[in-house]
Antibody, heavy 119, light 110 residues
Framework: QVQLQESGPGLVKPSGTLSLSCAVS?????????WSWIRQPPGKGLEWIGE???????NYKASLESRVTVSVDKSKSQFSLRLSSVTAADTAVYYC????????????WGQGTLVTVSS | EIVLTQSPGTLSLSPGERATLSCRAS???????LAWYQQKPGQAPRLLIY???SRATGIPDRFSGSGSGTDFTLTISRLEPEDFAVYYC???????????FGPGTKVDIK
């Protein structure tokens, strides 16, 4: 059973860059899946940020696209998120998750990591 | 962009009762791309239903999904204590690729 584990700084300064990684274990990052980042501000709902395929192809939510980069490192079996020019509105629990190609749903999730944007 | 609306915002029920949760899309969508998740405090969401009515692996059969077009329903036939949680519906748009979530329905103990 695949397991996903987020890692990265829990505190980022305003105007800085948020960087997170998601380690994939128990399954291949080169399988027929897309790898996504999803976030959830405290007490609020879920927002999809973007996804990457094993080949490096990416898709992003349009409203975040100018600030987001999602990448994959198959040699390390991990994928990553970079979100630039962060503000307090980017404070959230960030989840990594997996979706099947042409599945349209997330069948595996990481436990989530809280990132706070504050000086 | 499809907007999902969930109702009610909060559903207060007792264990053993039936829960009926609604998800409405702003325009007609394919049921192939409608999923439901359960989220408990401090935990990641868990996939319950995909393609509107298919139960995910390991999900008890008291959970069922139905619907088409703009109206979808998640039904919990008899609430167990562990079912009190927040439930989200989610839609996938294939072109351009975009996942959207509803605002959630909280099922709490009456």
């Amino acid at each position: 059973q695949v397991q996903l584990q987020e890692s990265g700084p829990g505190l980022v300064k305003p105007s800085g860059t948020l960087s997170l990684s998601c380690a994939v274990s128990g399954g291949s990052i080169s399988s027929s899946h897309w790898w996504s980042w999803i976030r959830q501000p405290p007490g609020k709902g879920l927002e999809w940020i973007g996804e990457v395929y094993q080949s490096g192809i990416t898709n992003y939510k349009a409203s975040l696209e100018s600030r987001v980069t999602v990448s994959v490192d198959k040699s390390k079996s991990q994928f990553s998120l970079r979100l630039s020019s962060v503000t307090a509105a980017d404070t959230a629990v960030y989840y990594c998750a997996r979706s099947l190609v042409r599945g349209g749903y997330f069948d595996s999730w990481g436990q989530g990591t809280l990132v706070t944007v504050s000086s | 962009e499809i907007v999902l609306t969930q109702s009610p915002g909060t559903l207060s029920l007792s264990p053993g009762e039936r829960a009926t949760l609604s998800c409405r899309a702003s325009q007609s969508v394919s049921s192939s791309w409608l999923a439901w998740y359960q989220q408990k405090p401090g935990q990641a969401p868990r996939l319950l239903i995909y393609a509107a009515s298919s139960r995910a692996t390991g999900i008890p059969d008291r959970f069922s999904g139905s619907g088409s077009g703009t109206d979808f329903t998640l039904t919990i036939s008899r609430l167990e204590p562990e079912d009190f949680a927040v439930y989200y519906c989610q839609h996938y748009d294939i072109s351009p690729p975009l996942f959207t979530f509803g605002p959630g329905t909280k099922v709490d103990i009456k």
